[in-house]
């Protein structure tokens, strides 16, 4: 008996000696796949500083002391159990010394560059619950069975990488997925019709892919389904009827799918629906008046599609709507006047539609729009007064409709604006004197409206420091252009063409460092061009036609090295065309007609592609010698010297009439 209490003393220390030996070994095997992992996951590219605290120093001191490395998770037995590490520029791989941290429960990997197939290895993280290997640049196809051992994983998200071929089928298998992601990739094929099977996913996301086939009605089965996002695939067929049994679904993206037919009616049944996207699509009909019993969605956008009919007037029922897109369709009617009652409205876009009537005059008095954009519409009436609120109006979009009367005064310090474009409307007074003191103003165009008044009294409470576009072309403003518009630092894009502005054009106007564009055609500008237009190295359009201009062009206009478009016809421009233009080989459009200038037309560089309208109306140049330009060397002179040859031309008149005369044939 002693001897065999004494046996069984002894297998047992021996057991637990060799559960120890196992327990170091593992947690030893933990130290080295991690080293190794580090090596690999380190490619040439990384920097220096990246897991450098992952090292084995310490380790004959402790046996856990991998479990105080950056981004590692371990459990009481000093097993690691999770492993994050993003955003670290690694530019390595994933080794298949992977497989010895067999108890990972999260493995997440994000933004690291990493490279190359997954290996297979992976399969024996049969414990993973989290895998995350989002944006990286694996390749290859996605190895489907790796996760067929992965009973528990909950969340598989790859997205953004470069993976291609089929959608793994084996995901089927994963009765507690919850998560799937596979958007940002090159997957092709069909969506298997299988994917309706797994039950427990919250969130599938398979956008922005190489996605063909239909869409699968099996994905009505998907009762606990919360988000499906499918966009940017290129499906055939419509919407399926089955989607409408989605019944948790609170996020619908299908945009830009290649989608076709009516919008099914019966979508309406979401009621915890919350985003609805179906922009960029081939859909038609009208928009489903059964929607307005979607009470909880806040995101609508069917942009983009062939949708006739009206603005349904039972969408009232929208309250919690923040976003309303409706643009690139065929709507026709007038905008409903629910829509300014909206509380929650923030973004509003109908552009491109053939909507009319009016803007109900208190749109934005919920004092939480944001963006309005009804261009290229058919409105009419008055721009309503209370758009900016509460100052949170960032865009202002209204061209290319009927509007008119005066630009509301309550909308000159809605400091808020980036975006003002009201052009091609009937607006009539002035441009509200606050609008270039905005400090976000970006773009502001009023072209082709009957605003009047001058550009002093803009200019002087300047403080628009990003204006990039000032357009406020075909209106009656007048005045002079004031030298203050040098502060408008950040200017590209300068229109005052058909106007009625008078007086020289200012010199600072081409200290603006970083304008492209300046069109000062169709005015009343006189004087001559400054010399401080070679300030202007970035000036890519220079139009000053049709003014009353005068003096010679300046030489220094060849600094400009990027010009490709001048226009200075219909003016009082005098002298020689300096030869210098030849030298700018950017320009590719001149025109310099109808003006007085004199002398040969140069014919080194540019000079020999401009063809002679380019020069016509200018009768003292001459174009073709010596065909057209007799005694050359007098010609080209000056002034004088061109009296000089009319006169001598004169005196030797006589004498060269006899001359002729007397070598004709005699005729009987």
């Not at 100052?391 to 809605?414: A, D, M, Q, R, V």
Request: charged letters at 15%; glycine letters at 6%.
């Amino acid at each position: 008996m002693r001897r065999t209490k004494a046996l069984c003393h002894i297998m047992l220390h021996a057991s637990l000696l060799w559960l120890y030996m196992i327990g170091v070994c593992s947690i030893n095997s933990d130290m080295e796949a991690l080293l190794k992992l580090k090596s690999a996951m380190k490619g040439p590219k990384a920097k220096v500083s990246a897991l450098e605290d992952w090292n084995n120093t310490t380790s004959s001191d402790s046996p856990s002391a991998h479990c105080s490395f950056s981004g590692v998770t371990c459990d009481k037995k000093s097993r690691v159990i999770g492993l994050n590490v993003s955003f670290i520029p690694l530019f390595g791989t994933i080794p298949q010394e992977i497989e010895k941290l067999d108890k990972l429960i999260n493995l997440t990997i994000v933004e690291c560059n990493l490279t190359g197939h997954l290996p297979k290895e992976l399969s024996n993280l049969t414990f993973l619950k989290h895998l995350n290997i989002s944006h990286n640049n694996f390749t290859g196809y996605f190895p489907g069975e790796i996760t067929l051992n992965m009973t528990q994983l909950q969340v598989l998200d790859v997205y953004d990488n470069n993976f291609k071929g089929r959608l793994p089928k084996e995901l089927v298998q994963l009765k507690q997925l919850k998560y799937l992601n596979f958007s940002g990739n090159y997957f092709s094929g069909a969506i298997p019709e299988s994917y309706g099977e797994i039950q427990s996913l919250k969130h599938l996301n398979l956008a922005s892919n190489n996605l063909r086939g239909k869409l699968p009605a099996s994905f009505g089965n998907l009762k606990n389904l919360q988000t499906l996002m499918v966009s940017y695939n290129n499906f055939k067929g419509g919407i399926p009827e089955e989607f409408g049994s989605m019944s948790s679904l609170e996020v619908l993206d299908m945009a830009n799918c290649n989608l076709n037919g009516d919008i099914p009616k019966n979508l309406s049944s979401l009621k915890n629906l919350k985003t609805l996207f179906l922009f960029m699509n081939n859909l038609r009909g009208n928009i489903p008046r059964e929607f307005s019993s979607l009470v909880n969605l806040k995101a609508l956008d069917l942009s983009y599609n062939n949708l006739s009919g009206e603005i349904p007037k039972s969408f009232s029922m929208l309250r919690n709507l923040t976003l309303f897109n409706l643009f690139r369709n065929n709507l026709e009617g007038p905008i409903p006047s629910f829509i300014a009652e909206l509380q929650n409205l923030e973004t509003f876009q109908i552009w491109e539609n053939n909507l009319s009537s009016q803007l109900p005059q208190n749109l934005g008095s919920n004092g939480k729009l944001r963006y309005l954009d009804v261009s290229s519409n058919k409105l009419t009436g008055l721009i309503p007064p209370n758009l900016c609120t509460s100052g949170n109006l960032k865009t202002l979009i209204l061209f290319n409709n009927y509007f008119s009367g005066y630009i509301p005064t309550e909308l000159e310090n809605c400091k808020s604006l980036i975006t003002i474009r009201i052009s091609n409307n009937l607006l009539n007074g002035s441009i509200p004197q606050g609008w270039l003191a905005l400090p976000s103003l970006g773009i502001l165009e009023a072209s082709n409206n009957n605003l009047s008044g001058g550009l002093s009294s803009l200019l002087s409470n300047l403080n628009a420091t990003s204006l990039g576009i000032l357009a406020l072309s075909n209106n009656s403003l007048s005045g002079k252009i004031p030298a203050a518009i040098a502060n408008l630092k950040s200017l590209d894009t300068l229109w005052l063409q058909v106007n009625q502005f008078s007086g020289d054009i200012p010199g600072e106007i081409f200290d603006l460092p970083k304008l492209r564009e300046l069109n000062l055609s169709s005015n009343k500008m006189s004087g001559p061009i400054t010399n401080s237009i070679s300030h202007c190295t970035s000036l890519m359009s220079l139009d000053l036609s049709n003014n009353k201009l005068d003096g010679e062009i300046p030489k220094e206009i060849n600094h400009l090295e990027v010009l490709s478009l001048l226009n200075l016809s219909w003016n009082n421009i005098t002298g020689e065309i300096p030869k210098e233009l030849g030298n700018m080989r950017s320009l590719v459009r001149l025109d310099l007609s109808h003006n007085n200038l004199l002398g040969t037309l140069p014919t080194n560089g540019q000079f020999l592609v401009f063809g002679d309208a380019a020069f016509a109306g200018n009768p003292k140049l001459c174009l073709h010698p010596p065909l057209s330009c007799p005694s050359m060397p007098t010609y080209a002179n000056s002034h004088g010297s061109h009296a000089t040859w009319w006169r001598s031309i004169i005196a030797t008149w006589p004498t060269s009439i006899t001359t002729i005369l007397l070598s004709l044939p005699f005729i009987v």
